[in-house]
């Protein structure tokens, strides 16, 4: 009877912790689109941290510098945002490749 009402209290605690089928599908699926669109974004926000830096380099560099990091990671948030898009229908953990921010809005 003890265990009985042992697991009457844990269990909804721990079904309560997971999310539903359609609630991953939504927030995989949402982050994906958010990454896609703004995935241009980049390149002008990488300039923009490059440009904040004084590591004592000319300006041009640094803004040349955070160009073609931008690009990349303009890539890479386009590659995450259709991934994610791409396999939000499948049952399953769904996290997303770890982008900083992992979204711009």
Do not use: C, H
């Amino acid at each position: 009877m003890a265990g009985f009402v042992v697991f009457l209290s844990v269990a909804p605690t721990v079904f309560a912790a997971e999310q539903g089928y359609f609630a991953k599908l939504g927030a995989t699926f949402s982050r994906g689109v958010r990454n896609v669109v703004s995935s241009p974004y980049e390149i002008p926000y990488t300039i923009g941290k490059y440009d904040g830096k004084n590591d004592g380099n000319p300006r041009v560099f640094r803004d040349v510098a955070g160009f073609f990091d931008g690009v990349f990671r303009t890539v890479t948030r386009f590659g995450s945002g259709a991934w994610d898009i791409a396999w939000a229908f499948i049952p399953g953990d769904q996290e997303g490749l770890p982008l900083e921010p992992e979204t711009f809005f």
